[in-house]
């Protein structure tokens, strides 16, 4: 069986080179290996590449949105624990988290000649929310699709999971002589739905506005695309158009410098022509003189 190297280089290709050359490494697996895992590797769609190519060409960019993702977690976790806990300060973290590595991932498609359409980016970003749920990074072959705040169970300090949040936060809001008491199931799993909801609402408005900014920013940059395209077509037809009125000049100017050269001629002509008349004029003057006398 390969090693993990062969396996990761196979993920950081381009996406046309990865089906021949997971076919070379097959060839190089030695026999008795288990060749049939080499041969399940899948070729990744191009959401799940791109969001790859972050992790091995932008790592980080990968890491800061890692890191970003948590902190939200953490701090939607203190919230329902009943601590104070900065959550709009997490999310406006995030969402710059998520617009760097969109950016990064547009950037990557475009310089790998693939089309960053809506749809591809729509993809990636929720692959991007799902990443902290994930321990395969690098190798993705599929968009993932992010989990919501079910994801937020099991992951609090200690593996305390919401339903103790709830039962955390109950018991401190109940009267000292109730303190210790069981809270009611239904209570405690009435409390725990109601802030599930609620945290489940605010990840999905912050995915939705992290797409719709996203395919605002993709709408900008083909509209800045089309005008620079534009530009250049206008540039290049003023350019034309100097270069046909150059060479006009030229031969305009090629005229006038041979008609030029003639006139010199002919001046030159009728400068000597003029001068043989006078010396001819000064001859019979003279003869005429001799005449008189």
Known sequence: MPGDEDIDRLYQL???????????LLKRV????????????????????????????????????QQAAGRLREAHLQQLSGQRADVAAAETAHRAAMKAALDEIRNLLRAAGEAASPATMTAVGETLQALPDRDDHGRLVRPLKPLGFEALAGLAPGGATIAR????????SSPPQDRGRPVPALKRDAAAAKQAAEAARRA??????????????LRDAKAAEREARAAHA?????????????????ARLDEATAERDRLAVEV????????????DLSG????????RR
């Open 204 to 217: 999905a408005a912050a995915r939705q506005k992290n797409v719709a900014e996203a395919e605002r920013e």
């Open 234 to 250: 206008r540039v290049e037809m003023a350019l034309a158009r100097a270069r046909r009125e150059r060479k006009a000049l030229e």
């Open 284 to 291: 019979i003057e003279a003869r005429l003189e001799a005449l």
């Open 268 to 279: 030159d002509q009728r400068r000597r022509a003029a001068e043989r008349a006078a010396a």
């Open 165 to 172: 949040l709830a039962d955390r936060r109950a018991a401190a």
């Open 14 to 24: 381009p996406l046309a080179e990865f089906t021949p050359e997971r076919n070379a």
């Open 30 to 65: 030695p026999a008795g290996a288990d060749r049939a895992a080499v041969r399940a590797l899948q070729k990744p769609s191009v959401p799940a590449w791109a969001v790859n190519q972050l992790y091995w060409q932008r790592r980080p960019t990968f890491d800061r949105l």
